[in-house]
């Protein structure tokens, strides 16, 4: 791709440098060749610039660069130029149309016939596979789902009964959508009396969803993860959550049942919310805390349980002290006493 | 089914209403429609009262229901009488007897003819599967394991080599039961030497466990979990761990090695439990807690790590403002010195 | 087995007993038997010895045995030995050799003569499975991927396009490697651009992962975990990773993108570990603990966020009592405030 197209393609403008230059991929500063573009949008790796070998280099408006012999793209945002250069460089493979021999399909399913089914593949009964689907090897569909254009799952992945799944969605290695979810009524005697499980999980378009990650249906009614949200890895979902439209919730986090979470939200790793809760759009909980309440839009938390990340940043610094402060405080308990029996004097 | 027939199975009275009107599901408060039965256990939601399209309701014992037009069932426990309800309303699904042609089954194994083993289902040598048992797609039963009567096993479910599962248990997606223990011995050269997991897990009767859940088994001997202990999404059982009766165990939470926990007890989610400790009877773990000591029968800890709800519900309130606890520390330092050089003088 | 076999074989020397005695088995000291050897490492369960059964048992240097009827084996490591000979009684299963007729295999792969792969595996195009590699039932291997000698692959592991797999390595069921990395650039319209990851992971020899793992692949360039490593249940390794030689991962640990862990580590149960770190050789993290900066070599840390585990004792020490302190910190005050009144006077 010569430069300038790439800078079409990306919404740059080149600054110096030719427009024909052939340039062949992308890569990070460490690693990129003469026929790669790079790229800087943290000023914290500014010095590796003297030394990249890269051949062009996407930039923000602010950013200098002192390298004549590199071509310079100023962009908007150079971290997603960047991505789009490697998304030009990386498309998607084409589908291999097509039911392997090997796989098996219920009664009254419908297959696109332009949609990939992989070696041992189980679909059940009355499904519906749209047009570009991909099915990778030993994935398993129950009965009554419907899966929309060209969403990928991947191998081991297991969709239970009556789930839909949007278009143009990722699910990767070994996850479960729609595993019953978790609800018992505790009888008289302290046994757990299981709760039929028999709602849905509804996926909407352009969703991403790691490997080994659990999404429960609920007893009645349905769990929802809305358009353009990401989840990572090994995550729970419990039964009739909501998750908003572009939220991000990352590697082992946990949500318990019914809870409701907002547009743009951001989870972060190991991060757990207890039922029955809102989370509002736009809010933040960072790393390994756990919220107990509901969480305003646009608030940023922390803790176990959760507070305001700023008073959270602050208590735990004092954290590390709080035995040195118990001495202090034991030796001031003993000075005031003495100081009170001066006075008694 | 009639209102009276509900009334019945659930051991309640009809307080008002015809006992021959028709009831076609059950469904909560905000669902329910005419022809539903609903619940109220949580005073909570009693002004959703006010609003429900119910045709019955279940309440308890003290409840009072300002509404005439909706006819009102009174039982010991309206949760569980709605649970009845629901299961009465949603019965599993009936077995379909018989073994997929795409199944393998290995040497010397028993198949009742009543199971019904699924498409691509690959069941080890020597094994035995008991009447009503439902193996679903993509299953892999090693050798020499059993399966008791009336048992599921979802897609891509592993049963290790020597397992027993017991009846009436269910066991979900991707989940693994019978993986190696993580047990090494360290070398003087600082090599972890493998120990041999040559063990097996016993599950009883009457589990339900998640999908995408571990459990381990032993170097020798046996990790067991005792009847009716419900175990949730991604949770990870060690090697030689024991876990009573009538247990819950929520979702991502782990244990390590050879630790017992008792009957009836409950582990919220995203707990943690260190190797060789005994958790009592009755004892509870709230969420994202994590212990590295015993804990006594009937305990509610809490904390990392754990220790009485009550005092850590103390002791968290306060921790949100040590910052500022701090700054009055250190003024007070100052105070009392500067009485202290007063008073010298 | 002989018992001075057994002496011979785990570098020991007989101290009592007779070397012509047949040991049939190794056991802990509750369970051995009069034909088992058994081990005591841990002064803690010295007790135990009067009540074995066992008919040897190894010893460290110091120890002192008081019984006559059992056979001492004296050693350097008591543990170390007792492994050596559990493994000597429980060998590795012989590889049943031979492509099971279900199983798929793609175009251009190489499958060793003598290799084992079982029903309804399946294998992409241009892979290269070696001698002695076990695939278990239900495995899914991508293009492009290899895997060394004597290799085994437990049900429903999945390995994703183009990784390696070194030699000797064991890798438990439904984990999976080289899933996509949680990489994603967000757009000025708060979307999240999915990062193409064209990477791949790269497993070194003589490496075990536990069951339902996750193991991400990078953007470019790789992820890699390096000799003699042992991981876990249900671990999250983010794209980009390093882990070092000899390194211990428990059960439910996380690791976002980009770090850098190095040999022989220790991270302990549920921990966390942000992106773009590094954890020095020989440093251990305590269960539950999650650490947003480097850690040092050697070094020990605890909490969240982690710092010196010496210093952590001390502060969840006085956590415990943080309540009690804000008490005596407000009568603090008003004393010192009262003595201030006074000394006006």
Known sequence: ??????????????????????????????????????FI???????????????????????QINRE?????????????????????HPDPPVTSGIHPSAVIGENSKVADDAQIGANVVIGDSCEIESGVRLF????????????????????????????????????????????????ARTPEKKWLKIPQVGHVVIEDDVEIGSNSSIDCPSVGESRIKTGTRIDNLVQIGHSCSIGEDSLICAQTGLAGSSEIGDRVILAGQVGIA??????????????????????????????????????????????RIGEYAKIIRKLEKRVSELEEELKK
């Open 41 to 63: 949008a943290n000023p914290k790796y500014t010095p590796q610039i003297a030394a990249t070998n890269a051949g062009a280099i996407f930039v923000a408006k602010e950013a």
């Open 137 to 184: 090897p030993n994935v398993t569909v129950y009965d009554g789902v419907s899966i929309g254009k060209g969403t990928v799952l991947h191998s081991g992945v297991s969709i239970r009964e009556n789930c839909q799944i949007g278009a143009k969605c990722i699910i990767h290695n070994n996850t479960t959508i729609g595993s019953d979810g978790f609800g018992f």
């Open 69 to 89: 012999d590199i071509a310079v793209v100023r962009t908007d945002d150079a971290y997603v130029a960047y991505t789009m250069a490697l998304r030009a460089f």
């Open 1 to 38: 791709m010569k430069l300038s197209e790439l800078a079409i393609l990306t919404g740059g403008t080149i600054e110096t440098g030719n427009g024909d230059t052939e340039i062949m991929g992308a890569a990070g500063l460490d690693i990129a060749g003469p026929q790669d573009v790079t």
């Open 275 to 320: 039922g029955h809760l809102k989370v509002g759009d736009d809010a933040s909980i960072t790393a390994k805390s756990a919220t107990s309440h509901d969480v305003d839009e646009g608030a940023v938390v922390s803790g176990i349980p959760a507070f305001e990340n700023r008073d959270w940043l602050r208590s735990t610094a004092a954290f590390r």
